[in-house]
């Protein structure tokens, strides 16, 4: 049986989700399947920023990268 705390927090709604808008600072870009995208971005400091793509089975198939800013 589950105890109520966690039939509660199971119950709870979700907050709403709002549209990105310009000047936010996304982490996510989505893409349809055999979609196309682009982004623009401004690194804080010269060093070695990783990425993945987050279908992490992707990544530890090789699936990711580092930016090198100098």
Known sequence: MTPPAARRALAAPRPRRRRARP???AQVLSLAPA?????????????HY????????????GARGVFEVR
């Open 23 to 25: 000047g936010d600072r």
């Open 35 to 47: 979609g196309g995208g682009f982004v623009e971005m401004v690194f804080p400091a010269p060093g």
């Open 50 to 61: 990783p990425f993945v793509s987050h279908a992490m089975v992707d990544a530890e198939r």
